[in-house]
Nanobody, 125 residues
Framework: QVQLVESGGRLVQAGGSLRLSCLVSGRTFSKYASGWFRQAPGKEREFVAAINWSGASITYVDSVKGRFTISRDNAKNTVNLQMNSLKAEDTAVYYC??????????????????WGQGTQVIVSS
């Protein structure tokens, strides 16, 4: 069983930065891959970034490349998303997720086993 808790979401001005964090606990396997997804009102949940256990495999959606950085600290069981140069279209609820098949950093949401409750990011102009 795995529990995920996101934190760090808030209102921020366009061009600003935020750092989201996801704390993972209660996992049944010591290794896992992680991802960040987001969902804006009236839209489908979409992939943002993913990282495998070792950090050797990282994937981003094209719209955030060069602006967002995913990282992890396995000793602390945290997965982070550093978001720079934020745009209004980044406004969404951001969710972290865990994939117990830890080798790959997949962008497919149906391949993730556990999800957090989300943290709200609002980018104002």
């Amino acid at each position: 069983q795995v529990q995920l808790v996101e934190s760090g979401g808030r209102l921020v001005q366009a061009g600003g930065s935020l750092r989201l964090s996801c704390l993972v606990s209660g996992r049944t396997f010591s290794k896992y891959a992680s991802g960040w997804f987001r969902q804006a009102p009236g839209k489908e949940r979409e992939f943002v970034a993913a990282i495998n256990w070792s950090g050797a495999s990282i994937t981003y959606v094209d719209s955030v490349k060069g602006r967002f950085t995913i990282s992890r600290d396995n000793a602390k069981n945290t997965v982070n998303l550093q978001m720079n140069s934020l745009k209004a279209e980044d406004t969404a609820v951001y969710y972290c997720a865990v994939n117990l098949d830890y080798v790959k950093a997949t962008g497919q949401k149906d391949e993730y086993h556990y999800w957090g409750q989300g943290t709200q990011v609002i980018v104002s102009s």
